[in-house]
């Protein structure tokens, strides 16, 4: 699966509000869900996430791999249609996060801890699931993507960035 990826902090499409998929909809955008996991899967593309925004669909539409931490070696990666964090903790953890979108820019943004996402898969059947850590943080990192947030919106603390030679 070739995507072009959309870039850039003032990038359009990656600040507009992305649509719902309406249910007439729905079979439509079960397959480009699965493409995104698809192309999330590719170790290729160097992603754990993505958002159809990204990849210039303006729709609710997220891929996310649901790792407890970067560790993780077994781990599932999913399509959500229509996410929505219904629930979290108050506590938040700050971490390390980066985006195909802004290449080359990494920093620390506070997320919280737990949440609890409900969603469409791409089965067209209602879930509705508990995460913490990295999978935690990957979900509202793609679900702000769908609001035209970008991680760099919420960066407390810039990584010194080295050359990459
Ligand atoms: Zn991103």
């Keep these: 699966m070739r995507f072009t990826i959309q870039t850039g902090k003032t990038n359009d499409i990656l600040r507009t509000k992305s649509e719902n998929v309406t249910s007439a909809e729905l079979r439509k955008y079960t397959r480009l869900a699965d493409d995104m996991v698809r192309y999330i899967k590719n170790p290729e593309n160097g992603g754990v996430g993505l958002a159809a925004p990204q990849i210039g669909v303006s729709k609710r539409i997220i891929a996310v791999s649901l790792l407890r931490d970067g560790d993780d070696e077994n781990y599932r990666t999913i399509a959500m249609i229509n996410p929505e964090i219904v629930d979290h903790t108050e506590e938040t953890e700050c971490d390390n996060e980066g985006c195909l979108s802004v290449p080359g820019e990494h920093g620390d ?25 990295l999978a935690a943080r990957i979900v509202q990192h793609e679900v702000d993507h769908l609001d035209g947030i970008l991680f760099t919106d919420r960066v ?8 990459q030679n």
């Design 109 to 133: 943004v506070d997320r919280w801890k737990r949440i609890k996402v409900s969603y469409i898969d791409s089965s067209l059947r209602p879930q509705s699931m508990l995460l913490s850590g």
């Design 156 to 163: 407390k603390k810039w990584e010194k960035v080295l050359s």
